[in-house]
Each structure stands twice: as structure tokens, then as C-alpha cells.
């Protein structure tokens, strides 16, 4: 199908684009991976796109007071290729790989796809296991909002109507920090049927802060936190039968399924987190 | 300026290009029924199937999730200015020659994507080059035909350089 007509404009700076949100019907375009393929199929059709992919000043990945900020225009592929990404923030080098296919990390952005939260999506994720935070710019200025309080729903979040997302922070990796990531997908590159998404500390020969954030479970992305005390006290068994996850049926798996491979992702994923870092 | 239908400046294929497009047209829905250039092919129109493949800028990108308006000042090379070039000529030959197309719709996009690995040099494993075209589908061949043309190219590639 082709898209419902749109106005368009294109920002040029985050402040005109704050109050172009002010319009009813007005969306954000960034990297538009997700957005233009609902335009297309007119599960969305909005009465002006405000397109953002001429803002610099909102790409690029820097190191600030012991966080990786990251930009929220940074299309994936730089993330992808970063150095400083895959020593600072190992999760999200990690991660990359599996979103979408080279010719839409091309154009997709990472803050494009925190804002769109698709529950079935990498990067919300491992956010929630990096305890991460996002930073939004509206009328009023900047604030901070901690991934925990930011998935509030299904493809819904803690923006307001007039905020942008102009930023994503993680904690910057440790010589103690250890992560894994695993998915499992029909397709590579496709959303995930179950994913999952963790952060540890290494305590000696065991793990403390365990964050086990799963995707394409539930509405948003989720902890696991009875497992999480579980793979603690180093029982990987006693892990996976503390999951306590409550998936729906959907296209591609049954809930029965979803859980099954909950356990098994839980088994790599742990493996991963008490290899030690190279 | 806000507004449905804009002025665009671009460089397809090398040429310069100035037309009035809607802001809601795709960039391959431009590229076939503005500039008749239909090499681009239309599968799935949600960024799933590939067909739509090119490059904008030097990179490939999915020609249905863009839009036509975006591409101002930017360089478009479709799979006809791969052709002309030669560029792609290896590729389209060891297509043929393994039968790694029976239809042919999916064939531009996958000579695109498979040219976007080759091109960074390099002996690809198998395994990476189907990684590489995992965003490209193919109903006819069942793949292996695809992979090992493109494996025989970056072999042959290799050996030239």
C-alpha cells in the first residue's frame, strides 16, 4: 500500500521540532525503519512529519561523567562500528548485530527505536538491564527519565506529546562489568520470538547486580528479578525455574513456547556473563 | 516550508535530477513511476523482503523506507547504474551461470546487498555472506545457489586484486 498524504517539514533544530509537536497529528521522523513501513500500510497516518535527520548536534557517542551518551540520531551502523561502543558498552555491541538487516541499521537510529519501544525490540531492552536512562528535550527544557519509568506499555512511553528523545545514557563498562545477549529469531535480523538482554557484576567466582532484562515477552521489556536472585547464589537450574514470565500467544510462538526458550536464552545468556571480560 | 509536494535535487545514477515529488511518496515508487527506472523492484513495501534494496549516499538502504522527499542533494545508485557501470558484471554473470535467480524479482536487491560486502574486500565466509543477505528474500532458490555465486565472486574478486 502507499501512505495516507502528509504535510512534511524539516527541523532545524530540536527546539523547532519541540514546537511543530505542538500540532495534533504531528510525528517525529528519524531513521523511520519502523515508522514509513506503518505509513505504508496506513496502520499510521499522521498529518505532518516532522523529519530530524538534519539535526547533527543529536548524533554521535561520546563518554560524560562515567556514562556512554549516545546521541539520539546515531543511526545503528555507527553504533555497530564504534570502538569506544564495544569497549564502554559491550551490551549494545553486543546487541547490534541482531537488529534488522545492514540496509536498515544503515538508516535506523537508536533513539528511534527506544522512542518507537517495540516490545520485541533489542535496544529497550538493554537499556532496562544497563539501567539506562533517556534524555528528552520539550517545552520546558531537558529531563531524565530512568529506563525503568520510560516503557510504560505497548509501543508506549513516558514522552510527552511535545518531548523529542535527544539522547540515551548507559553506565560505562567496568573491569567487573559483565554482559550477554541472545536471541532467537525465525530469521536473523528479524524480531526476536524471545530475547534476552544482561548485565552482572563480577563478585569473585559469582555475579551480584544480576539484571536480566527479556524482550518479546510482554507489553515492554522485563525483568526476570526472582531469577535474577536465583543466578546469584550461582544455580543455573534453580534460574530457570524461577522465571516467572508471563507471555501471550502472538504470530510467531505460544506463550508454553516463549517459555521454553525463556530457559534456554537463560542458559546461554548466564554462560556469556561468567565468561570473563577479553 | 511545510508543505505535500516538494522540489528535490538529486543525483541518480550520476545524472542530476530536479522533479516535484508528494512528500508521501517512497523513494522507489519515485525511482520507477517519476524516472521509469523499474530495476527497483516492490515486494512487501515494510522494509521486510529486500527487493527494494539501493544505495543512497553509498549505502545501501531499503528504497520503500524512505521517502522520496528525504533524498534531497543525496546520491540514489539503483541496480541500472550498477549495470552500466560494469560494477556489478562478475555478479550478474555467476548469478546466471549457477542459477541463482529463477524468477528474477529479487535479483536486484540481492546483487545490491551482495555488492555491499563484496566491495569492502575481503574473503567473506559463508556464513557472513548469508548473514549479509538475510534481509533479502528469495522464494525460487532456496538460497544455496545465491550463496555460492556470491562466494564464488568474492573468490574471483580476490584472486584480481
Request: hydrophobic share 45%.
Amino acid at each position: 500500500m502507499k501512505p495516507a498524504p502528509f504535510a512534511y517539514k524539516r527541523a532545524r533544530s530540536v527546539d523547532e521540532a519541540v514546537a511543530l509537536l505542538a500540532e495534533n497529528d504531528a510525528r517525529l521522523l528519524a531513521g523511520g525503519q519502523s515508522l514509513i513501513a506503518t505509513l505504508n500500510m496506513r496502520l499510521s497516518a499522521p498529518g505532518l512529519l516532522i523529519d530530524i535527520n538534519g539535526l547533527g548536534e543529536l548524533a554521535g557517542i561520546a563518554v560524560k561523567g562515567g556514562a556512554v551518551e549516545i546521541g539520539a540520531l546515531t543511526r545503528h551502523v555507527q553504533a555497530e562500528r564504534s570502538e569506544l561502543i564495544a569497549e564502554q558498552a559491550p551490551l549494545i555491541a553486543r546487541a547490534m548485530p541482531h537488529i534488522g538487516h545492514p540496509a536498515i541499521r544503515n538508516r535506523g537510529t537508536l533513539g528511534g527505536s527506544v522512542a518507537f519501544a517495540d516490545p520485541a525490540a533489542e535496544l529497550p531492552a538493554c537499556l532496562l538491564a544497563l539501567d539506562g536512562e533517556i534524555e528528552a528535550t520539550g517545552p520546558k527544557g531537558k529531563r531524565t527519565i530512568k529506563a525503568q519509568d520510560f516503557f510504560k506499555g505497548l509501543f508506549e512511553t513516558a514522552l510527552g506529546q511535545q518531548e523529542v528523545l535527544t539522547a540515551i545514557r548507559v553506565p560505562a563498562a567496568g573491569k567487573d562489568t559483565r554482559v550477554g545477549f541472545s536471541e532467537l529469531a525465525r530469521r536473523h535480523g528479524d524480531y526476536a520470538i524471545v530475547g534476552l538482554a544482561a548485565s552482572a557484576r563480577a563478585n569473585g567466582k559469582g555475579l551480584s547486580d544480576i539484571r536480566l532484562a527479556y524482550f518479546g515477552v510482554g507489553n515492554t521489556p522485563v525483568r526476570a528479578k526472582k531469577a535474577e536472585m536465583a543466578l546469584a547464589n550461582g544455580n543455573i537450574d534453580a534460574a530457570v525455574n524461577a522465571l516467572d514470565l508471563a507471555p501471550h500467544d502472538d504470530v510467531q510462538a505460544t506463550a508454553a513456547v516463549k517459555i521454553h526458550l525463556a530457559g534456554v536464552l537463560l542458559r546461554r545468556v548466564a554462560k556469556q556473563l561468567l565468561e570473563p571480560r577479553s | 516550508m511545510s508543505g505535500v509536494a516538494f522540489d528535490i535535487s538529486l543525483t541518480v545514477n550520476g545524472e542530476r535530477v530536479h522533479e516535484r515529488v508528494d512528500a508521501r511518496k517512497t523513494l522507489a515508487d519515485f525511482l520507477r513511476e517519476d524516472l521509469a527506472l523499474t530495476g527497483t523492484h516492490i515486494g512487501c513495501e515494510h522494509g521486510v523482503c529486500g527487493a527494494c534494496t539501493l544505495r543512497v549516499n553509498g549505502e545501501i538502504v531499503r528504497g520503500c523506507l524512505m521517502l522520496a522527499v528525504q533524498c534531497e542533494g543525496a546520491r540514489v545508485e539503483t541496480i541500472e547504474g550498477m549495470s552500466d557501470s560494469g560494477e556489478v558484471a562478475d555478479l550478474q554473470t555467476a548469478f546466471e551461470r549457477r542459477n541463482a535467480l529463477q524468477c528474477g524479482y529479487c535479483t536486484p536487491g540481492m546483487i545490491a546487498a551482495a555488492q555491499d560486502l563484496l566491495k569492502r574486500g575481503g574473503l567473506p565466509t559463508r556464513d557472513e555472506i548469508r548473514e549479509h543477505l538475510s534481509g533479502n528474500y528469495c522464494r525460487c532458490t532456496g538460497y544455496h545457489a545465491i550463496v555460492d555465486a556470491v562466494e564464488a565472486v568474492a573468490q574471483a574478486r580476490a584472486k584480481g586484486r
